[in-house]
């Protein structure tokens, strides 16, 4: 396929009318704003192991005809706070380690179609999430140890929705306490002090070691 260069960001040609980023001139990048197109491709695609290990980068601007943004792509990128996506965009599928390990991460502002395996891992200091009603999937530890995550919005959507899978582990080992759903009324979903607490006393009993969740649907009873 064919490669080319244009403003220090090297492309590949994927199709006759598609290109994907592979990477860029230097590693001193602070700012990666994606283009509708160059040399007559429409750029749909950031390409596997394209900016991993870049640390300056601070800022992903997503142009509308990204929907693809391969493993690992910006793995180790540590002073990356922010991910954000043009008005009109397409839901992007994001996959496996794409930003695992981005630990200056703060905000996705993008409607992510697909969260791959261990996508957002290691991302320390994101404490809040949006999960689109475009969302299908959210891999297996997805955002494992992503120990500040407190709070993710559900936005339209129902905790248990049949229209988006979510494996039990995607959030293993974050500090969820709400999670919002049902079009933005606030459930409280999990309480991570003395429920949870109260739960592993009784697992941990060697008679009468099996504790009932009770409540109504969708408060978090599973995803506890």
Known sequence: ????????????????TDAQIIG???????????????????????ARDAFAGHEDLELLYLSPN????????????????????????QPVFVFEKAFADCTALEHIYA?????????FENCVSLKDLV???????????????????KKINFSGLYINDPAIYMYDD????CTLKYVYSRRNAVIEAIKSGREIDRIIQILSRRQKN?????GEPGVGKTAI
Do not use: W
């Not at 396929?1 to 006759?16: K, L, N, T």
């Open 66 to 89: 990204i929907t693809k943004i391969g493993g690992r792509a910006f793995q180790g990128c540590k002073k990356l706070k922010q991910i954000c996506q043009m008005s009109d965009a």
């Open 111 to 119: 409607d992510i179609r697909s969260f791959g395996m261990c996508a």
């Open 170 to 173: 995607a959030f293993e080992n």
């Open 24 to 46: 860029c001139v230097t590693k001193k990048l602070r700012k990666l704003t994606c283009v509708h197109s160059v040399n007559g491709y429409r750029v749909t695609q950031i």
């Open 1 to 16: 396929m064919e490669r080319f260069e244009s403003g220090g960001i090297h492309y590949e040609a994927i199709s006759d």
């Open 210 to 214: 099996n504790p009932c969740l009770i």
């Open 131 to 149: 999960v689109v009603p475009a969302c299908t999937h959210i891999g297996p530890h997805a955002f494992l140890n992503c120990v500040n995550l």
